[in-house]
């Protein structure tokens, strides 16, 4: 037999106002960084940005392969943004990447938060 939920009333306004708190200072984060980013701090990204692309490249020599954890890691950036940083390289002609390795995790997507994740009941507590 099926067992049915019952949700209520108090508990979806809860989850409700939570995800507007969170689009809500989404949105604030956004804003403030649009309205910071100025053509100086532009310049300093793109040289912070340039710094990276040869950090990644530093020591691969003209052929290489890349443990993204790791280099992620001794660079002090998540692995996704290496990925990123790997791709904006290749647009610019600097590599060509030719291979890609992957796991499959099926854990999934890592950027969103746990408590807006189905059928987490978690942050209750917040």
Same mark, same amino acid.
């Given at each position: 037999? @099926?067992? !049915?939920?019952?949700?209520?009333?108090? @508990? $979806? #306004?809860?989850?409700?106002?939570?995800?507007?708190?969170?689009?809500?200072?989404?949105?604030?984060?956004? #804003?403030?960084?649009? %309205?910071?980013?100025?053509?100086?701090?532009?310049?300093?990204?793109?040289?912070?940005?340039?710094?990276?692309?040869? @950090?990644?490249?530093?020591?691969?020599?003209?052929?290489?392969?890349?443990? $993204? #954890?790791?280099? #992620?890691?001794?660079?002090?950036?998540?692995?996704?943004?290496?990925?990123?940083?790997?791709?904006?390289?290749?647009?610019?002609?600097? $590599?060509? $990447? !030719?291979?890609?390795?992957?796991?499959?995790?099926? !854990?999934?997507?890592?950027?969103?938060?746990?408590?807006?994740?189905? %059928?987490?009941?978690?942050?209750?507590?917040?």
């Amino acid at each position: 037999m @099926e067992q !049915s939920q019952t949700v209520s009333i108090d @508990e $979806i #306004a809860k989850d409700c106002g939570h995800i507007c708190a969170m689009m809500v200072e989404s949105v604030t984060t956004t #804003a403030q960084l649009a %309205g910071s980013a100025t053509p100086q701090l532009q310049d300093l990204f793109d040289q912070w940005v340039s710094l990276l692309g040869r @950090e990644i490249l530093r020591n691969e020599g003209a052929n290489g392969e890349i443990d $993204i #954890a790791e280099r #992620a890691g001794k660079i002090g950036i998540s692995s996704s943004s290496l990925l990123h940083l790997l791709l904006s390289l290749e647009r610019k002609g600097e $590599i060509e $990447i !030719s291979r890609v390795s992957f796991t499959a995790t099926g !854990s999934g997507n890592r950027e969103v938060c746990p408590c807006m994740k189905e %059928g987490d009941s978690d942050h209750d507590g917040d």
